[in-house]
């Protein structure tokens, strides 16, 4: 039985801000690995984007971060609990509603989309964390309570990072939080690779090329891991899965959590016939407006289900797009373009798309469909978890109320425990265990419709694809002599997918190393020697 999922995710405004600052610093410093995702103002032209060059791609992101800003940041810490049987995780999502100080450009097709998808920009005005983009301005990036310095406190605990599709966050997160963003890719990837030395992960390779899933869309590939991982453990524990718990937060700090709620995969009352470029890209022209279905439920349904024709036509329509950068036939420029930011994309309407059908795939009425990160209810889907109620963490095994403190976490024993007296309800469903993390007196704080905190559900997300594909990579074909090689490899998490980004529409990733014919920027030489305390 595969289970729904409540997922608490904290809201950080400007009020509460200093407020969190603690819980948030340790949360980081304590975790195995952290996600991140943003929401932004706008991106610019499309077809400079998703340039044939990579260095003509990365020079049009520059020039969106340094001309557009980000509107929230999510941030999800992923603790390996070690006195568990099983590989549990700790999880503490953060969603970050930010206000650059300085000028920026917002788009009103972003500004649709985000509205129409639940973002209050009233809400960003009114209690919007501010900050400064590029190199530092005033108060110290080491020193204070502010965003730039949490992002300080960030690459200081040398943690690996995860994103989805991340190239464009990299940038936007360097260019707002760091310094100014470098002209060449080649300086920018080499200032990567000393800011975090644990090594990026993407998880759109990751399940491109590793996972190999039919499409690699978040919301998919996110259901698709949470589908497989149930199964796992319902069918006795045999195979490889992971658990996941969350703190239960006391007192005025459940005024702050908003309770994500991610249903069971279900089926569909009747046949619905697909959308095919939703189900495999995770977007659509005609958005809302599609006589099809964007059902992700039954679009992994139908794929479970194994009946070959779809699937084997969604793969050779991929694989043919992949090939030399073209479009295929009745494909996109969008095709491949991280799901979450097409909607903020220009459209020209002079530009010549490149397929034959551009012209009727790009209609000047948008926003598109956003899958990614969006559990929305289409055709008749609803948020509701049926039968099973409010409940969370859908393999959770012995859960300890963990409150997000300075003084409850040990960082030298990673089962802590509380002192409130806070308790928790955990109960059978189908041979998982699950707790109730709304609060005891029934008093739920306001859960999150659809498209609220976006950036901090969409790093949940990317973070459990993470964990589980480690865990499936890893354990999978591990004989006793390989056992020794594969715990000298739990530094690493997964060696084969170690700063490799994602490329749209390319065969191959972008390597994030220092290369021999290229030196850091001055910018971040400045950094480093801020960050720790010596050059680089």
Known sequence: ????????????????????????????????????????????????????????RYKAVCHAARSRSILSLGIACYKKLDNKAADTYLVQVYNLTLLCSEEYIIEPQSVQFLVQHGFDFNKQYAHGIPYCKGNNKGASDDQGVHIRALFTELLRARKPLVLHNGLIDMVFLYQSFYAHVPDRLANF??????????????????????????????????????????????????????????CQYPGPMSSYVDYRVCPAVASAEGHTEICEHFSGFGWCTNGNQCPLSHDTDLILLQDEKGTGDKRKKRKRHREKKKGGGK?????????????????????????????????????????????????????GEDMNTGSEGNRICEDNADFQNLAPTLTNVDNTNAKATTNDGLESRTENVGGEKLTDPTPKNGNQTKKADSGTHRAGFDAFMTGYIFAHSCTIIKKEGVGAGEKEQQKEEEQSLLPTCVN?????????????????????????????????????
């Open 327 to 379: 479009a295929a036939e009745g494909s996109s420029v969008f095709d491949g373009a991280p799901e979450s930011k097409i909607p903020h994309m220009e459209v020209d309407p002079e530009e010549t798309p490149e397929d034959p059908q551009g012209a009727e795939q790009v209609p000047e009425r948008r926003p598109l469909m956003d899958s990614d990160g969006n559990t929305q209810p289409n055709e």
């Open 1 to 56: 039985m595969v289970s729904s999922l409540v997922v608490p995710v904290i809201d950080v405004q400007n009020d509460n801000f200093r407020e969190l600052w603690p819980a948030m610093v340790v949360a980081i410093k304590t975790s195995s690995f952290v996600a991140l995702d943003t929401e932004l103002s706008g991106l610019g032209n499309r077809k400079s984007l998703l340039a044939e060059s990579i260095e003509d």
């Open 189 to 246: 990837t080499s200032d990567l690779s000393e800011m975090f030395p644990a090594g990026i992960y993407d998880t759109k390779y990751v399940t491109e090329f590793e996972l190999r899933l039919t499409a690699s869309y978040l919301e998919y590939a996110y259901k698709k891991c949470k589908m497989d991982n149930s199964r796992s453990v319902t069918s006795g524990g045999s195979g490889p899965h992971f658990h996941v718990e969350f």
């Open 500 to 536: 490799k980004v994602y490329l749209s529409r390319k065969t191959a990733p972008l390597n994030v190393v220092k290369s021999t014919f290229s030196k850091s920027s001055k910018a971040h030489v400045h950094k480093m020697e801020i960050v720790w305390g010596r050059r680089v």
